[in-house]
């Protein structure tokens, strides 16, 4: 399988010269790969273990040969890689490389530190993968996935290693993503277009929810007692109705005012002028405020961004 990709945001593989990229590590790329099937066999129950802490030892005595579902595809002591991976650079659309002379150091208005940007590797390159097919299905559904959600090389953390898949050449012949085809995304809800977020965060008071914009107003209002009260059930269960006030302040930083508005619930809910701003689209799922395991959790999906048009009638 031939994999071919578009760099979208520099790709980092790491440099024998610190800070310095050479030349494409297939190191770095298979480093990458691995965090993230590690991801998604987590994230569907599965197991894999935690390479830093200690990876799987090949025993084939125990079950599943000592081997987790990651190890089992990308190796353990004992236990060789399902797959060879090798990468080819074109030469002749590296010549875009950035290489800037100097790291790029940016600093936001209100920090003393920033952070620094070293050069990377952009153009297209392609990924030659060997293997089994059933290992081939593995790291073609691997790949789809990580263009979509993820990043390769490293430093994903500074927004390295975005790409998009241009072909790929010799897929593995099986039938289970075949099915669904490779379609682009349209207009009808598509996993690929959504985003998500999830933020957890813990409180002081017990009594924060009762700043919440929308739901302070209803606070000592004679005529509110009996929605007030409700309220208070609701809280004393661990549920805060915040999506009103939540779709307004995502509405005002997608509509570009963050820095009066930044995402923090403890300020956020005690300001006065959040209830002037613009309603956010309909097209968001945007969860109640949830108490979990003695922290409260919130959660967002948006269906579509269309940062490109923030206008308020569009929204
Ligand atoms: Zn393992």
Redesign the pocket.
């Known amino acids: 399988m031939e994999v071919n990709i578009k760099t979208l945001t520099p790709l980092w593989t790491g440099g024998v010269e610190a800070g310095k990229c050479d030349r494409i590590h297939e190191t770095g790329i298979l480093g990458s790969l691995r965090w993230w099937m590690e991801v998604l066999v987590r994230g569907v129950g599965g197991n894999?273990?935690d390479?830093t802490e200690q990876?799987?030892l090949y025993d084939p005595k125990k079950p599943n040969n000592g081997?987790?579902d990651?190890?089992k595809v990308f190796g353990?002591t004992g236990w060789k890689r399902r797959f060879r991976l090798s990468v080819n650079v074109d030469d002749e659309q590296s010549k875009t490389v950035w290489q800037p002379s100097v790291p790029l150091r940016i600093t936001p208005f209100d920090r003393t530190r920033g952070w620094f940007l070293n050069p990377g590797w952009l153009g297209t390159l392609q990924i030659k993968i060997q293997g089994d097919p059933e290992t081939l299905v593995e790291l073609y559904i691997l790949l789809r996935f990580i263009e979509t959600w993820g990043n390769i090389g490293a430093r994903p953390q500074l927004g390295y290693g975005a790409f998009r898949i241009i072909d790929i050449k010799d897929p593995p012949p099986a039938a289970c993503y075949a099915i669904y085809g490779d379609r682009s995304p349209s207009d009808q809800p598509d996993l690929r277009t959504f985003t998500f977020f999830k933020l957890r965060f813990t409180t002081k008071t017990a009594t924060w929810w009762q700043t919440v914009p929308g739901i302070r107003e209803l606070r000592g209002k004679l005529d509110k007692k009996r929605e007030w009260s409700e309220l208070e059930q609701l809280a004393k269960h661990g549920m805060v109705p915040t999506t009103p006030a939540l779709k307004i302040i995502f509405a005002i930083i997608i509509n570009g005012h963050p820095r009066t508005y930044p995402i923090g619930f403890s300020v956020q809910f005690g300001r006065e002028t959040i209830a002037s701003a613009v309603k956010l689209p309909s097209v968001g799922h945007i969860a109640w405020i949830l108490q979990m395991s003695g922290r409260f959790e919130v959660g967002c999906i948006c269906l579509k961004i269309t940062m490109d048009a923030p206008s308020s009638e569009r929204f």
């Open positions: 894999a273990c390479p990876k799987c081997l987790c990651v190890c353990a």
